[in-house]
């Protein structure tokens, strides 16, 4: 089974500021046949279900503001909100599908407006 | 627009049985793999089942098997997880989501507590 763990637990970061998270897999998720991280991130606010942001590691979904990037390969994943805004307040959760179709998330990290 | 609309939570004694419904629009239902998400009070996802577009595979999660069942029926748009012998540790909000190796719409989930 592949573990996911992500980091921090908890950060709180001030308007306008850089917010990084980072998820770690116990083993690589880069599938070499074709090149691509099967890594997706998710944002969830209080009593919602959550929503995609980005999936292939760095594909952004339709919708999702620009502020928000996916990076890394193989091992390491970082999420990436480069100007935080008020609505940025929420727990974010990676997951892996390289173990398709049986997959798993981390555990996820709360984020707060400083 | 994607609708996932999920009922049949509630309260339920351990050892006992609920069936959980979502009801899906907007989308081609019968072509799309469908998974069940949890989340227990206060935690993470949890990723519990998903089914092949036909019905002809299913996978779960290790703490599940042979306890919760994932079926669907194409001709009226909806995913079903039948649920045997729950146990406390089932206590959660169940999600359905359509399965495209990520989860990019999601219902608003339905609570199941498991509780004497």
Same mark, same amino acid.
Request: hydrophobic share 45%; with cysteine.
């Given at each position: 089974d592949i573990v996911v763990t992500q980091s921090p637990d908890s950060l709180a970061v001030s308007l306008g500021e850089r917010a990084t998270i980072n998820c770690k897999s116990s083993q690589s998720i880069l599938y070499s046949s074709n090149n691509k991280n099967y890594l997706a991130w998710y944002q969830q606010k209080p009593g919602q279900p959550p929503k995609l942001l980005i999936y292939w590691a760095s594909t952004r979904e339709s919708g999702v503001p620009d502020r928000f990037s996916g990076s890394g390969s193989g091992r390491d994943f970082t999420l990436t909100i480069s100007s935080l805004q008020a609505e940025d307040a929420a727990i974010y959760y990676c997951q892996q599908y390289y173990t398709t179709p049986l997959y798993s998330f981390g555990q996820g990290t709360k984020l707060e407006i400083k | 627009e994607v609708q996932l609309v999920e009922s049949g939570g509630g309260l339920v004694q351990p050892g006992g049985s609920l069936r959980l419904s979502c009801a899906a629009s907007g989308f081609i239902f019968s072509r799309y793999w469908m998974s069940w998400v949890r989340q227990?009070? %206060?935690? %993470?996802?949890? *990723?519990?089942?998903?089914?092949?577009e036909d019905g002809s595979e299913k996978h779960y999660i290790d703490s599940?098997?042979? =306890?919760?069942?994932?079926? =669907?029926?194409?001709?009226?748009?909806?995913? !079903?997880?039948?649920?045997?012998?729950? =146990?406390?540790?089932?206590?959660?909000?169940? !999600?359905?989501?359509?399965?495209?190796? *990520?989860?990019d719409s999601w219902g608003q989930g339905t609570l199941v507590t498991v509780s004497s």
């Open positions: - | 227990a009070p %206060g935690k %993470g996802l949890e *990723w519990v089942a998903n089914i092949k599940v098997k042979g =306890r919760l069942t994932i079926f =669907r029926d194409n001709a009226k748009n909806s995913l !079903f997880l039948q649920m045997n012998n729950l =146990r406390d540790e089932d206590t959660a909000v169940y !999600f359905c989501a359509l399965d495209q190796l *990520w989860f």
